[in-house]
């Protein structure tokens, strides 16, 4: 708006706004709309002019559709007494202009708990997500040239067992508030000790 002293007589008001940020293009629908989809936000940036500028004939699309289908997965979470249904991984970002576009694009990934990779020079994304053994390992698949290691457990710098989080409530105006602590009792007893 533009200033006029006999409008703001007492100064510029304080304007707000609930922005959703931009449509992405669905490969799965052929629709542009606004989405929380991880996978969706990735091709979208990785595609954009300000953010990887990739030709879209650069990502693998069947890729995407897959990751994107993991991704809105319905689950219902229950907290106490509380329970919603919403979407197994879900996104948001805000990208400045002078970011790494990997950095960005690596960062999305870790909301689905996926990967980035590049393959005969197309990305191609996966979604954390349980998928069947292709095989089973037999010793006919070792060679004796060297010995086999088994690593049984993470280390212990990588292991939690208490988790602390924030996020944007929606019913609060989207100001920070905390979620409820989650932990387990029985891997804080296994561990020996607190992990946050």
Same mark, same amino acid.
């Given at each position: ?93 805000? *990208? ?71 996020? *944007? ?15 387990? *009792? ?6 020996? *000790?607190?992990?946050?």
């Amino acid at each position: 708006f533009t200033y006029d002293q006999d409008a703001f007589a007492h100064g510029m008001p304080v304007v707000n706004a609930l922005v959703r940020g931009a449509k992405v293009y669905d490969p799965r629908t052929t629709a542009t709309a606004w989405s929380e989809n991880p996978a969706l936000l990735i091709r979208h940036y990785a595609t954009s002019a300000l953010g990887g500028n990739l030709s879209t004939d650069n990502i693998d699309d069947v890729m995407v559709q897959a990751a994107a289908n993991v991704c809105d997965t319905s689950v219902t979470y229950v907290v106490g007494a509380t329970s919603e249904t919403r979407a197994l991984y879900t996104a948001g970002t805000v *990208a400045n202009t002078d970011a790494r576009p990997l950095d960005v694009v690596l960062e999305l990934a870790e909301a689905m708990a996926g990967r980035v990779g590049w393959s005969q020079d197309r990305m191609r994304i996966c979604a954390g997500a349980y998928t069947s053994p292709v095989a089973a390992l037999t010793e006919d698949h070792f060679s004796a040239a060297a010995p086999v290691e088994i690593t049984p457990r993470m280390a212990r710098e990588a292991l939690f067992n208490i988790v602390n989080a924030t996020f *944007a409530d929606a019913a609060q105006d989207y100001r920070t508030a905390d979620m409820p602590r989650v932990e387990s *009792a029985t891997y804080i007893a296994d561990d020996g *000790a607190e992990l946050p």
